[in-house]
């Protein structure tokens, strides 16, 4: 009877114990609603991974952490909803790399002019170590940055002629991202750069305060250019990725568990939006031709003209980032192409 009453002693101990610990593990994933911002619109590729990630946070939560997405930059540009995820008013955001570039200059990098031969040499160095590296400077600077998105190859749009070669850019009022490398190269080939953010570019468009724009396929077709660009050259001239943000103020009020939950979500979107996005090219395409769009293919021969225009923007501003970081990246690419 003693020994019985001891194996009942030692068993409810045992269930008080697991009791004991269950409510607090349960504690360390909390109710939360956190606000993602993009500045695309829902049914761009940046719309549906900002969907994709949100039910993965909730089904990786239990529920708990709740998602909500606001597409077309209804937080704020980029710039403005870094401000926010800096001062801890919002928690998310996907955004360019450019606009970070003004706050980490090495994300600048990304903004040189035909780095990446194709996807695969992309996807290899943003989620190598190039890439981790440049997303753990942000930490200092306020953010957290968790994965890459695709963006994809920039090309060139516009309202008079096609460009197929450099010279068809001379006198080309041209929107382009508002930083200094983008503004450096499409000044160096000719055209008119004028920054501006991506949010005022199809008004400035449709009533020809500028005459093109450069930006993904996707993006093209998403926020229908076509309607007001008849030309479209296929340049692909640089390759740019999106990053995904959270305010490192949020970030360090969450447990472990908040975290690695977080973490996982946007690993998963990523491989999610980069195929979604390859897949749209494609459908991106179709669609441009079908509304009208007149589009030619720069050829290899006035690539690297374009290149050679270029050439010295590229020298000056890999001395501004740094030389040594530039052959880092460069060595990173060419072990890729090694094999």
Known sequence: MLITLK???????????????????????????????????????????????????????????????????????DEQMQSALVGGSQEMMVGST?????????????????????????????????????????????????????????????????????????????RVMQNQIALGVFGALGANAVPMPFSELFTA????????????????????????????????????????????????????DEQKVIREAAASSRDFERKDSRADSTKAMETLKEAGMKINTVSPEELQRLRAKAQPVVDKYTQDLGPELVKQLQEEINKVRKG
């Open 205 to 256: 468009l449709e009533t020809r305060t500028v005459d093109g724009q450069e930006n993904p396929v996707t993006t093209i077709q998403s926020s229908k250019f076509y309607e007001v660009q008849p030309y479209l050259s296929l340049t692909r001239h640089v390759y740019t990725p999106w990053v995904v943000l959270a305010s490192k103020k949020w970030w360090d009020t969450l447990s472990p």
């Open 7 to 77: 194996k009942l002693a030692v068993a409810l101990a045992a269930v008080s114990a697991c009791a004991a610990v269950a409510p607090a593990h349960a504690q360390e994933i909390k109710s939360r609603i956190i606000r993602f911002g993009y500045g695309l619109n829902e049914e761009s590729v940046q719309g549906r991974a900002a969907r994709y990630l949100a039910e993965q946070v909730g089904k990786l939560s239990g529920g708990k952490m709740k998602m909500r997405t606001f597409g077309s930059a209804n937080l704020g540009s």
């Open 98 to 174: 450019a606009p970070l570039a003004t706050m980490v200059k090495e994300f600048g990098v990304f903004d040189l002019p035909f780095l990446f031969n194709d996807e695969k040499e992309a996807d290899a160095v943003l989620d190598g170590p190039f890439g981790e590296k440049l997303l753990k400077m942000l930490e200092s600077k306020g953010l957290v940055g968790l994965v890459y998105w695709e963006n994809g190859f920039r090309n060139v749009t516009n309202s008079k002629h096609p460009i197929a070669k450099a010279e068809d850019l001379q006198g080309v009022k041209l």
